[in-house]
């Protein structure tokens, strides 16, 4: 920054906090969650142990996991006026980050300020699925403490018990996606939390910002291009007419990262090991072969500019395999990031400031006040 008067559209650049929580290294490609290589944490870990390494700074034991655990389960079902307000959301047929939003705002509703973290992530997987069952006229099934997180949001939307690797899937995409560094929705919750608000209103107004199209990202439609080549000796022919006709390639190319995105390799493992185990795997090799040939097009198309795959292209594999609807996407998103924006909330708490930038004024300064008689 030159000054502290100069404008810099985007904060681009600009450090705003301090955070122990996550560091993204977009030249090396690295991610680091709690201290952790996302590749060591993110496959290993449960999601409720990577949610207490983010909130209390280190991995459980596990008296600590169990605790946590079963008061995290015990939250689940959501308060009667949560499910009311639901049922007339669905009767608008709303998309469904519209109703985690309206949702999310009515879950202090029943609990204590000390329990409403936990209570936020126990319960933003209970509106998701609840909503989604609504949506489509049928009765919201009721949580099941017995199942672990990912397992219990499996088992809310499908009526089905999961196998284990369709959960480990799913867990490891959860670690994978928590936390991102100053991402638009982290920023966004902190500084709400700064002014002194609560944590509700924090984690509306971050669902909020995950909304928008160029933040949460539209996953689907990097799946619709590997349906749409169907069959590997399509994928060159496909790509170079989108190419051709100045589409971008969805799935590839990322504003921090400029080698391929750490998150893509750990759920094209995850994807590979679930596709294997409980999957079709002839969809999973098909999207290597559409990925390798992007890659390669890519380079032809921006020589140097190195667009490789992001995030998006393997997640939409993984929650597709896991038998998610598109629409289910980005909700499943923020069910993760909702733990990382509590964890900055903490942070920001701890800081104890409130985030107030300045702008610079362009408008006129010289204006005289005519009564509306006279306009
Ligand atoms: N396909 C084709 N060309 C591309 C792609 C792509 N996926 N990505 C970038 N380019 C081209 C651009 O057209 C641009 O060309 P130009 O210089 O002739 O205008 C050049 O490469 C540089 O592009 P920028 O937009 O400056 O790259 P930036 O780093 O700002 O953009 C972005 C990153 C928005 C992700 C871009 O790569 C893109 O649109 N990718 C496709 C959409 C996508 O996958 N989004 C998800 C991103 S991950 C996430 O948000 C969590």
């Given at each position: 920054?030159?000054?502290g008067?100069?404008f ?7 450090v705003a ?7 993204v290294?977009g030249?090396a490609g690295?991610?680091?969650i ?10 290993n ?6 949610v207490y ?10 008296t600590e996991l169990?605790a946590?655990?079963t008061?995290m389960?015990?939250?689940r079902?959501?308060?009667?006026a949560t ?5 007339s ?6 998309p469904?980050?519209?109703?985690l ?7 202090s ?7 409403l973290?936990?209570?936020i ?15 489509h ?9 017995d199942l672990?997180?990912a397992?219990n949001?499996l ?10 690797a ?6 490891t995409?959860?670690?994978?996606v ?33 909304k ?7 996953p689907?439609?990097?799946?619709d291009?590997?349906?749409?080549i169907?069959?590997?000796e ?13 589409e ?13 995105d750490p998150r893509a390799?750990?759920?094209?493992a995850?994807?590979e090991?679930m596709?294997?185990?409980d999957?079709?795997?002839a969809?999973y090799n098909?999207a ?5 040939t992007a ?7 921006k020589?140097?500019?190195?667009l ?23 909700p499943?998103?923020a ?7 509590i964890a ?7 800081v104890?400031r409130l ?5 610079t ?5 010289n204006?005289?006040w ?6």
């Amino acid at each position: 920054m030159k000054n502290g008067t100069d404008f810099i559209p985007g904060l681009e650049g600009i450090v705003a906090a301090e955070t122990k929580l996550s560091h993204v290294d977009g030249r090396a490609g690295k991610l680091i969650i709690g201290g952790f290589a996302l590749e060591d944490l993110a496959a290993n870990a449960t999601f409720a142990e990577t949610v207490y390494l983010l909130w209390h700074g280190r991995l459980p034991n596990k008296t600590e996991l169990a605790a946590f655990t079963t008061e995290m389960a015990a939250l689940r079902p959501l308060p009667d006026a949560t499910l009311t307000l639901l049922k007339s959301v669905a009767a608008e047929k709303a998309p469904v980050m519209d109703a985690l939003r309206i949702g999310a705002g009515t879950l202090s509703l029943d609990v204590t300020e000390a329990q409403l973290p936990l209570a936020i992530i126990a319960r933003l997987p209970t509106i998701v699925a609840a909503y989604w069952h609504l949506l489509h006229g049928r009765t919201p099934l009721s949580p099941r403490p017995d199942l672990n997180h990912a397992a219990n949001y499996l088992y809310l939307l499908t009526g089905d018990i999961p196998s284990q690797a369709k959960v480990r899937g799913l867990e490891t995409y959860l670690n994978t996606v928590i936390d991102h560094g100053l991402n638009a929705s982290t920023f966004a919750a902190r500084v709400i939390i700064a002014t002194g608000s609560d944590m509700v209103s924090a984690i509306t107004g971050a669902v909020g910002a995950l909304k928008g199209p160029l933040h949460g990202g539209a996953p689907g439609p990097a799946l619709d291009t590997v349906f749409e080549i169907g069959s590997p000796e399509n994928a060159e022919r496909v790509l170079r007419a989108k190419l051709a006709q100045g589409e971008r390639l969805m799935g590839f190319g990322h504003r921090v990262y400029k080698v391929r995105d750490p998150r893509a390799e750990v759920l094209a493992a995850a994807a590979e090991k679930m596709f294997a185990a409980d999957g079709n795997i002839a969809l999973y090799n098909l999207a290597k072969q559409v990925e390798a040939t992007a890659v390669i097009l890519l380079e032809e198309h921006k020589p140097g500019r190195n667009l490789q795959t992001n995030v998006e292209f393997y997640t939409a594999l993984l929650l597709h395999g896991l038998g998610l609807d598109t629409d289910l996407f980005t909700p499943t998103f923020a069910i993760s990031r909702a733990a990382g924006w509590i964890a900055h909330c903490f942070e920001q708490q701890q800081v104890g400031r409130l985030i107030r930038p300045k702008s610079t004024y362009t408008g006129s300064t010289n204006r005289t006040w005519r009564p509306l008689q006279e306009r």
